[in-house]
């Protein structure tokens, strides 16, 4: 079976999808499949060797300020020559296709003329995403009604969760979806390992974007490094609030303390967590957004490293009842409260049973493994 997967992030490039499909490949290619990969050609900062079983084919893009495939023009150059490359490639049984949507739909138009199924793999809304941010209300439409097109024409959607399933069937009521859930990679997020040469004591690793509402985070920081001189913290990430939270820090009391870093590579992002005392982690509720999970959080756990967090259920009743960290509202007083008192009886929080909470639940090969079944089966379905 040949599958081909269509996606602007790939290995070398940082990030939650880099890392799904790496674990998607691989999967794949156990199942027997042969993987091709469409996807950029990477910042040359990200540039690197990617060791996995696919072939991978790729394409210069254009990238924002800060290096990143983000807004309407990047989609553009990518989405379009991909088109084309899906129109052109030779034989496929199935492709998998990853958001933004206008990449969904430019690959729906493709496989149609080929008549291919494509699986689209929805590992959030974006639209519910545009809607958070305050876009104007005719890009918000514009967004929706470009995902309803990506997903309706799909074969099959897998959904990282019940409540991305749930925004899926409203959004597309005939697709047929599987919730395959939110994966971290265990082999790579572990407690034990390298460290960095300055570790922090609090960090937060990944991206700030509007309905991340990184601003909690760093309030609680400057509070906490203000009360205890030892503390120290550090932003590592990129995200469209990156900048703010950059200037914030550096005009802050304790800027010296503080370090605000850019993207690094996974490997580099495990030594920062399992050497930190505690991670953060926050999502702004009431944006339409509040069924979504930080992943951050996951990559925190497999490290050992419990989490603090702040925002909506489900995720805040999970840290708690799982006894993964502290959790609160989306709120800087009630956070810094909970964090204190975690940083002083943080041997009360077992890293061997938040590793294995995360083995048990959130592995991604488990979740890898669910995804490629589904994959296979849709391909054989529609033969």
Known sequence: MRITIVSRIFAPEPGAASLRLKSLVEALAHAGAQVDVMTTAPPASKSGQTDMPARVSRWPVLRDSSGYVRGYLQYMSFDIPAFFRVLFHKRIDVIVVEPPPTTGLFVRLGSALRRIPYV??????WSDAAGSTGAASWIVSGVRFIEKLALSGATHVIAVSDAVADRVKTLAPTAHVTVAGHGVDTSLFTPEGAAPAEPADIVYVGTASEWHGASVALDVVIALLTENIELTAAFIGQGSEWLSLKQRAEKSSVSARIRVLPTVVPEEAAMWLRSARVSIATLKPGLGYDFAVPTKIYSSLASGTPVAYAGPDPVRSMVVDNQLGVATDYDA???????RA??????????????????????????????????MQSARHDA
Not at 333 to 339: D, I, P, R, V
């Open 342 to 375: 975690l940083l002083e009886g943080s041997g009360e929080l077992s890293a061997s049973s938040m590793r294995a909470w995360t083995q048990d639940n959130v592995s991604a090969t488990a979740v890898a493994g669910r995804a490629a079944t589904a994959i």
């Open 333 to 339: 007083a009630l956070l810094t409260q909970q964090l």
């Open 120 to 125: 689209y793999f929805a590992a959030d809304i």
